[in-house]
């Protein structure tokens, strides 16, 4: 099945900066990527997602690119600000399986 | 606009009980997801359903069970609670037949005493 990894596991970053969360897949047949913003208590809320023939997306201050090639990808937040703070969980899914397999997550803190 | 609606928002249980959690998808989506979440973990895939058949099974206990009804809603029982169910279990949906994403719900804390 598939595997998902995510690095780093914690992340600080002074407001303003920019944060960079990676994730690895193993798969070759997933296809599809989205990330997952998701506060202490609350449900994962989708924040942007990038399909298999898509080499990057960008939605204002978050951005997703893919490496088909190596199976990684990753989530790019500019402009940070304290309310970015969150846990933040990549995913992998092969449409026509649907099954979400997680990364274990990356706990963002702004610092103000 | 509308969301996923998960009930209960909370659930005090003890072992060996049972407890029954339901999720009401999006309007016009077809598929439904059960995740559970322990504490500082990942969600985890348990089952879906698309058109009211079971599409894929994950780590889901065979002390659980779940099913889809014809109004799309889906209801996930739990048996013989132990210690470890203690969660969130989430519910998503999303529309297969348009390739869209799957939406959670606000979940269910579940508390084993």
């Known amino acids: 099945g598939e595997n998902v990894e995510q690095h780093p596991s914690t992340l600080s970053v002074q407001e303003g900066d920019s944060a960079v969360i990676k994730c690895t897949y193993s798969?070759?047949?997933?296809?599809?990527f989205p990330w997952y913003k998701q506060e202490l208590g609350k449900r994962p809320q989708l924040i942007i997602d990038i399909r298999s023939n898509v080499g990057e997306k960008k939605d204002q201050r978050i951005a997703v690119t893919l490496n088909k090639t190596a199976k990684h990808f990753s989530l790019h937040i500019t402009e940070t600000q304290p309310e970015d703070s969150a846990v933040y969980f990549c995913?992998?899914?092969?449409?026509?399986?649907?099954?979400?397999?997680f990364g274990t997550g990356t706990r963002l803190t702004i610092i103000p | 606009a509308a969301g996923v609606i998960q009930s209960p928002r909370h659930l005090i249980k003890e072992k060996r009980e049972t407890a029954t959690l339901k999720c009401y998808p999006i309007p016009r989506h077809d598929t439904v997801y059960w995740y559970q979440q322990g504490p500082g973990q990942d969600p985890q895939f348990l089952i879906s359903?698309?058109?009211?058949?079971?599409?894929d099974k994950g780590s889901i206990p065979d002390r659980f069970s779940a099913q889809q009804f014809s109004d799309y809603h889906s209801e996930l029982n739990m048996s013989s609670l132990e210690l470890g169910d203690s969660a969130l279990y989430f519910c998503a949906s999303s529309r297969r037949t348009g390739g869209q994403p799957q939406h959670f719900g606000d979940g269910t804390r579940l508390s084993i005493l």
């Open positions: 798969d070759s047949a997933s296809n599809y």
């Open positions: 359903f698309y058109e009211k058949m079971q599409s």
């Open positions: 995913a992998a899914e092969y449409f026509g399986n649907e099954k979400l397999t």
